[in-house]
């Protein structure tokens, strides 16, 4: 078995005239929203073994973010690809991913994250699968489950959702 999870980078700045893309830093509200889906994954477990993140500085703050709550140790790849990436352009990566790597996270952008979870499962959580549907807001994130032992076997619809959560779905289940 594998297992994917995407996680769409926290709340940023807005985009000013004259400002790159790529240079966004997060807000307040985003760092707090990386770190709490960090703790989520801690406390459920869902840790990584890799995780390749975007060069943006949002993507790159959104992970920093959520890290302290995990284990030390996981192998962190600043993936250049990953900016403004397609769904084709992301599932090539994936495929590329070695054996040795049973969990990967990714964190990224919409809407290429967005639509790789989509593409991407064809049955699971029914509940997740329509939240998932209707957004995937900022801090959102994904675990898809796949039954077989080689990422190079990913295709459309080769997936299980097991989960989608957001920091605003977190809050309504644990309101501290």
């Known amino acids: 078995?594998?297992?994917?999870?995407?996680?769409r980078?926290?709340?940023a700045i807005r985009s000013k005239p004259g400002m790159e893309d790529c240079t966004r830093a997060l807000i307040e509200r985003g760092r707090r929203d990386a770190a709490r889906i960090g703790n989520y994954m801690a406390a459920e477990?869902?840790?990584?073994?890799t995780v390749l993140v975007s060069p943006a500085v949002r993507t790159?703050?959104?992970w920093k973010h959520a890290a302290p709550a995990l284990r030390s140790g996981i192998e962190v790849v600043t993936e250049e690809r990953l900016y403004d990436a397609?769904?084709?352009?992301?599932?090539?990566?994936?495929?590329n991913t070695p054996a040795e790597v049973q969990s990967l996270l990714v964190v990224g952008h919409n809407p290429g994250l967005h639509d790789l979870a989509l593409t991407l499962t064809a049955s699971g959580n029914a509940e997740a699968w329509k939240q998932l549907k209707r957004k995937f807001p900022t801090a959102g994130f994904v675990v898809?489950?796949?039954?077989f032992d080689d990422w190079g076997k990913l295709s459309e619809r080769s997936g299980r959702l097991d989960r989608f959560v957001s920091p605003r779905l977190l809050r309504r289940r644990n309101p501290r």
């Open 1 to 7: 078995m594998r297992r994917l999870l995407i996680f």
């Open 45 to 49: 477990a869902l840790v990584p073994d």
């Open 60 to 62: 790159q703050e959104t």
């Open 86 to 95: 397609t769904v084709k352009t992301i599932a090539g990566l994936l495929t």
């Open 9 to 11: 980078h926290a709340k």
């Open 144 to 147: 898809i489950d796949f039954a």
